[in-house]
């Protein structure tokens, strides 16, 4: 095999691929400035996903489709890049799981603007201080956070997108794991590994601080603490990782929202995200649930939570598989709303991409 000869042909596709991507980003410079003539977002999900889909479709491989979706989100952001620059709000510090959220759905062409917490997110949303903000609302070990529901219900912002971000754990210290006396982290992952630290950590002192961020910048000035942190933390801390992967769980995700001022129009495979309240009767969920069943609608989560307002009322949260647009989904959700003291949809948006 001549490498040579080999290399000349990488080479020779290479510039070809450049002069592609040019191409294709002048024709999203042009969409821009259509956008921008005619009040339009840029960032658009459901188109992205018909996109994808159809890629990830004809892609005869080798090239592997993970490889080749990664590569498009940063194709794509390079192009909204070029559009406008848009910003999207995250729980910071620098850093948090939030943030790294924010890269891989959006990939590096967008600016990430840390807000001190999931409130001040959707705050600077509603304003036009950001475009899209990102946040947390579930995870596979820990449940829903709480926060991000309740920021939901009493913000006028719409869900316009979801994304998954698998949650890895990783132990940073300066020293060994027998010399660690006590370990800094947010509240979320120490429950994500509540078997591990028993295991081997059981008699340090867990201290819950503000973010994974602020763990390692506590952890980092005592010589016998550690924290407990992302894999982003690596680029922030010069603190050694001692421990990979350190979740009980190995397929530990947590799943965010990216919320914005826009409606989607259909992608063909979507969610949609709604709350409501019920008046306190015997059966109410029961009936209130009853026309998704009659108009045969899926429903993927629902949790509940007190209101604020009532002793022992619950506000019920609900993702139902289809967009609002549709006569069906449409029609169970006029049905529903007869029955509620409260009744809110978030928004419609494209399936995660399986
Ligand atoms: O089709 C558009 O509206 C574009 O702006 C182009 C493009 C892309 O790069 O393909 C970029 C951003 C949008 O979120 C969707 C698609």
Redesign the pocket.
Known sequence: MDIEKLRTGIDAIDAEIVRLLNERCEL?RQ?GVWKHENNQP???PE??RI?LERLANLNPGPLDRESLLAIYRE??SA??KL?RPVTVAYMGPEGTFSHLAVLEKFGRGVVAQPEAAIGDVFRAVESGRADYGMVPVENTTEGVVNPTLDSLTASNVKAVAEFNLPVHLFLYSASPVSEIRCIYSHPQPFGQCREYLQANLRNATLIEVTSTTRAIELAERESDAAAIAGALAREYSELPCIAENIEDNSRNITRFLVIGRQENKPSGDDKTSLCFALHDRAGALYDALRPFRNHNISMTMIESRPLKSGNWEYCFFVDILGHRDEPEIAAACAELKQDCAMFKVFGSYPRILQ
């Open positions: 999203g969409i840029i960032y658009v188109r992205e996109l194709i794509m192009t909204i559009e």
